[in-house]
């Protein structure tokens, strides 16, 4: 590989939904997972949803000989469920939490207690470095009403920094993830216009898989039907972009997805199909500038459009922020007036009553915090996009 | 100064202890504060302990007309506390909490409900990219039995990691901040080596202020005395580091610090002292190699000096984990028994009894919680700090 002066790079990226006890045969999915990426020897594998670190463990022992470097990101309780497999060194790698990630009481979801963020390695491969980053962003669970949508942004916009700051002594930035976005989407192209990322399977030469490209797709089985409904073909949210920073050129040859199920196997390796991209990677004369013009036109309008949806989310929080409060200070009355009045109750429904209200009292302070801290970070966001704005404002008209 | 080949940049430090109803005088030493900083006229001010929005958006009001651009840096509940002032354009920002602060049972320090981190602001002076960090690091307490020494460790390598992560692209690096470590201490050690940060101090031609140039020192009418019996001249934990990256050359022409009273006045800025720093920046002819050498080797002890010491944390936080886990196991064990055994005691005993149990079991949980997330942030670190030294060592034998 040394001698060609085109270096082909095989990418696997897949959302392995490995919950213990949660995921539906969950190790002899982690096994075909395994078995497969042994034998078709990509150059990278880009995991999510690794929740146990035994299955990292087993998976890393299985592939130690075809893939020597690998690395787990470990973040908060459960982890961070991000996993590389190289065939190359890994050199570096850093982990970065998002800031906010849902809500503690949408305990049905349970993403609040998964430490969602985005791990980087750094990787060299014929002189060439790659900034390689893998993520999973917040799920969206309900399109119509999306309660999280100022949360993944948020999380959009702090994936679209951490790449900007962290990538500008890469040769090669390739992200690889469960985005939980439509390509479409604000979230998507506000990562992909701050970073200047491409989106691998629009730009691939060549496509196999599901129509449109989709990673969650009807005819698995282990997807939820009612959630795809609106969505008969499926939707796509698993991606791979890319970019070349300095003097290299990237291309897509061949875009690739499962199926629904795993090649010549009668279950899928996940509710999400895998994505895997073979990408070329030429060494160009000169290095590419930052033009100014449309690109950068388009990009003011889709910062706008975030930090309007921030905007409406940071209301939404402090309208709960207040609603929490003044729950709280009910309750804290409550309970003075109990105890203030002696016990006008039966004993026993007393006993209960003191009880509810201490419970109020400390749940809404509880979500009164939460809300303190949601209101900040969105804030945050927000005037880091006017700032951005206004970078980008002062450059077009300089320009 | 477009036309000035040097570049002269003053920048000013401080830890300003303003935590609302805790610090004593606060609003008098932020007016005093903001008054000093308008009438010196720094170019750059990196502030700690601004825990209260108000007291930065009354300082960011006074000192408009002077620094003309201002960040506040949002995180968790209570906020990091950091925060810049510029008489610059700041063109980006971006934050990175540590993963490890204290002990959540440590209510005394109160460290862990602070969201401690690293901000980092990017300015352009004279078409040269400054990136400037600002931090706070966990404090010590105790220095015979430091249980926060791994924590400490932690941070600095992550601090390090970050800076090394995200200056590529810049020409000078910046940090100032209340590092919390004494110059010769290992993480000290490891957060120079690892960046090649410099120690204004060490470096400046001239200097003025308290001997050694410390910034904790008794005849701070605001300092704790006890905490300085051992150190009869203070201690020096306040810091500003730099280094050029390319084809720049820094050097600290002047390095001042406060001596207990703010100037011309009877009372003190903080308990900390500020330091202030005037920095040289020159372009010279050509980029300045990463040579190898004596510097390499002796990060190599360093990095293992630091990964003894998180290894030595990590045992202590699986003893822990296995100490909370048992008891949660023993006080479930209690309730349980309790509930089969009926009511033994008299009913009164009874109650108090179960209710001792329940609270037991949800405090050793959530202690088993918390040790499990400790273990986990320190095998972390202590694997990327081996993965380092496989790159020193790789690098040493090669070169």
């Known amino acids: 590989m040394e001698a060609d002066p085109t270096l082909r790079l095989r990418v696997f990226d897949l959302n392995c939904w490995a919950i213990r006890y949660l995921s539906k045969r969950r190790q002899e999915r982690v096994r075909l997972i395994g078995d497969t990426l042994r034998r078709e020897g990509f150059d990278l594998v880009l995991l999510q ?25 470990r973040s908060g309780v459960i982890g961070s469920g991000l996993c590389v497999f190289s065939k190359f060194p890994i050199l570096d790698t850093l982990l970065y939490q998002y800031s906010l990630n849902g809500y503690p009481y949408m305990l049905q979801h349970g993403d609040w207690f998964c430490g969602k963020s985005v791990g980087l390695v750094i990787i060299k491969i014929s002189g ?36 900007r700051h962290t990538s500008k002594a890469a040769d090669v930035v390739l992200l690889g993830g469960d985005l939980n976005m439509h390509p479409e989407d604000v979230g998507i192209r506000l990562l992909r216009g701050w970073t200047g990322l491409r989106d691998a399977f629009a730009e691939a030469t060549r496509f196999e898989g599901c129509e449109d490209g989709c990673t969650l797709v009807p005819n698995n089985c282990f997807t939820v039907k009612a959630e795809l409904l609106p969505f008969p073909l499926g939707i796509r949210i698993d991606y791979i972009l890319y970019k070349a920073i300095s003097s290299f050129t990237v291309k897509c040859e ?27 990677i030429q060494k160009q004369g000169q290095a590419v500038g930052a033009g100014l013009g449309a690109a950068e036109l388009t990009l003011v309008d889709v910062v706008t459009e975030a930090r309007t949806e921030v905007g409406v989310g940071l209301r939404a929080a402090q309208r709960q922020r207040y609603s929490a409060g003044r729950m709280a200070v009910l309750a804290a009355l409550g309970v003075l007036a109990g105890l203030a009045a002696g016990q006008p109750f039966p004993k026993l429904s007393f006993s209960l009553l003191a009880f509810l209200a201490v419970g109020v009292l400390l749940l809404s ?35």
């Not at 463990?57 to 592939?63: G, I, W």
């Not at 966001?381 to 008209?397: G, I, K």
């Open 49 to 73: 949803e690794v929740w146990s670190e035994r299955d990292y463990r087993d998976l890393k022992a299985k592939l130690g000989g075809c893939y020597p470097f690998s690395h787990y990101f």
């Open 365 to 399: 302070t509880g979500l009164h915090l939460f809300h303190t801290m949601e209101v900040k970070m969105l804030q945050g966001t927000e005037e880091q996009m006017r700032m951005a704005l206004r970078v980008l404002q002062e450059r077009l008209s300089d320009g």
């Open 254 to 280: 061949e875009l690739k997805t499962t199926t629904g199920t795993a090649p010549g196997m009668d279950i899928p390796f996940s509710d999400h199909e895998a994505v895997m991209a073979t990408l070329h």
């Open 128 to 163: 060439i470095i790659f900034n390689v980053y893998v993520t999973h962003l917040h799920a969206e669970y309900c399109r119509e009403k999306d309660a999280y949508l100022p949360h993944r942004l948020v999380q959009a916009w702090e994936l679209a920094q951490f790449i």
